[in-house]
């Protein structure tokens, strides 16, 4: 079964340019989710997709990131403009469905590391 | 809230036993997984508690007490392989918190 697949997955820019990262979860996972990884912390949510569907995006700063799961398959996720604090590694991973009270664990794809100069 | 707390650095030796722990605080809480990350690379699953208890997984072992607000994940006779960052991360209606990761360093 083929993973999570990410690109790129490394990417070097400077503060106010814009910047796209591309997902494609495991074959027949509904559920989606963007992390922002900084250095010395643990990942936290940016966004959570439910098949197409927006099911969490309140820690995504919207007025500069957005992201799309247009065939809720792949999602893309897009930073304009950049700014230095969003270095980072952003990890994409998705999961079969929702939490019906059983173990819905996730998989991580390896991740873009961004850097913003 | 959802504030997780785990040791940032811990040091063994090859061999030997680490018991990482990990408290929380949160409301409507769901379960609570361990991941492990080697550098420069994404999270693993490792375990998945939802009850009260010790569930064992080879040389990986992971207990929770929900009234406490307390997780560890005991690694037993450590490898070189297992330095790594180990997260704990706490499930909430369906959302995933990260604590920062605790770096387990195993050494010769």
């Known amino acids: 079964e083929a993973g999570v697949a990410q690109s790129p997955r490394y990417k070097i820019i400077e503060k106010r340019q814009s910047v796209a990262f591309w997902c494609n979860p495991i074959?027949?996972?509904?559920?989606l989710y963007w992390y922002q990884q900084i250095l010395g912390q643990g990942p936290k949510l940016l966004i959570q997709?439910?098949?197409?569907?927006?099911?969490?995006d309140s820690q995504l700063p919207k007025d500069r990131f957005s992201a799309e799961r247009l065939k809720g398959v792949d999602s893309t996720l897009k930073i304009q403009p950049a700014k230095l604090e969003d270095s980072a590694v952003y990890l994409c991973?998705?999961?079969?469905?929702?939490?019906?009270?059983?173990?819905?664990?996730?998989?991580f794809g390896p991740g873009t590391r961004l850097t913003v100069t | 809230g959802q504030n997780i707390d785990q040791p940032t650095e811990m040091t063994a030796t090859e061999g030997a036993i680490v018991q990482i722990n990990c408290t929380y605080q949160t409301s409507g809480f769901n379960g609570l997984f361990w991941y492990q990350q080697h550098a420069g690379e994404a999270p693993t699953f490792l375990s998945y508690?939802?009850?009260?208890g010790l569930e064992e997984k080879g040389r990986f072992s992971s207990f929770l007490s929900r009234s406490k607000g307390y997780s560890y994940l005991l690694l037993k006779v450590l490898q070189m392989k297992d330095s790594a960052s180990y997260l704990c991360a706490v499930t909430r209606d369906y959302k995933l918190s990260f604590g920062a990761g605790t770096t387990v360093t195993v050494r010769a």
């Open positions: 508690n939802v009850l009260d």
């Open positions: 997709f439910q098949n197409n569907g927006v099911v969490d």
């Open positions: 074959s027949g996972h509904a559920t």
């Open positions: 991973a998705s999961s079969p469905q929702l939490a019906t009270g059983g173990t819905y664990e996730q998989y």
